[in-house]
């Protein structure tokens, strides 16, 4: 039987891809990863996963609100054999008394379109400064690290309506994947989205988590986040649109606005 967890790991995440693009976009040899508003922090036990293997000392912090998210993490951390390097917190990433709040990072991760969670500018600034002054703390020697989210935007970012896929699942299962869109407001850019899974068996389906997950974010736009960074102090922002990295490639980020697309998901980046 799988469940909310499993069934989202195997449709929306791909930790290889998102830790290759991470240390690419960085461009030297980042060690120390912080994943804010984490979920079950695939990325950071990827991080800590690879890190280990090469034996380069990489660490991951990982923080996140819900205590059921972060027990699922230790336990998919322990079964990886990931936990070595990875520190895993319950708290406010945006707090400075959350755990791990002061300690210096390489990188600096926000995925799963969770800067969404800050709907106020004011809220955004100040996750951005706490962000800006952690990343400083960390690699001077090769001018500072680097600060990473990703959003989405385009012609249909607030049209009301759903897309639904397929994907293997790791025992012969067919997931069937539901994104939709519920309510948006582009007059103050909050938006209401939810997933939900169906799991098929031998062409029946034998499973259903309809509200598996319901986000009330704010959609930032690329110029709003941009502006937000280069504000606090972020020199450089760009843009990446390719995520399917593999480790030691080479990345360019988006120059051209028609490059987007119509539609697209990007993953934004300033340098401290």
Request: with cysteine; net charge negative; glycine share 8%.
């Amino acid at each position: 039987m799988l469940d909310r967890f499993s069934c989202y790991e195997l449709c929306v995440q791909s930790p290889r891809h998102v830790v290759a693009l991470l240390r690419a976009v960085h461009g030297h040899e980042p060690v120390l990863l912080r994943e804010d508003f984490c979920g079950t922090a695939a990325v950071s036990r990827r991080w800590c996963a690879e890190g280990n293997k090469r034996d380069d000392g990489s660490r991951a912090n990982a923080i996140d609100l819900d205590p059921d998210v972060i027990s699922r993490a230790r336990q998919e951390a322990q079964r990886e054999q990931a936990s070595v390097g990875l520190a895993l917190h319950v708290g406010d990433a945006t707090s400075k008394d959350a755990p791990a709040a002061a300690a210096p990072a390489d990188v600096i991760f926000v995925g799963n379109f969770s800067i969404g969670y800050l709907h106020r500018r004011a809220e955004l600034m100040r996750y951005l400064r706490h962000s800006h002054a952690r990343l400083k703390k960390a690699n001077a020697g090769f001018g500072g690290g680097i600060f990473a989210c990703d959003i989405y935007g385009g012609a249909n970012a607030f049209r009301l309506g759903s897309v639904e896929r397929k994907h293997p699942g790791r025992a012969g299962e067919v997931i069937h994947y539901v994104w939709s869109h519920e309510r948006a407001d582009p007059m103050t850019g909050m938006v209401e989205n939810r997933i939900r899974f169906r799991v098929e068996r031998d062409g029946e389906i034998v499973q259903e988590i309809p509200d598996a997950f319901t986000y009330h974010w704010r959609l930032w736009s690329l110029a709003e986040l941009r502006e937000a960074m280069e504000e606090v102090g972020f020199s450089g922002v760009e843009v990446y649109k390719d995520a399917n990295v593999a480790p030691g490639q080479a990345v360019e980020p988006v120059t051209d606005p028609a490059d987007l697309g119509e539609d697209w998901v990007v993953l934004v980046v300033g340098r401290a």
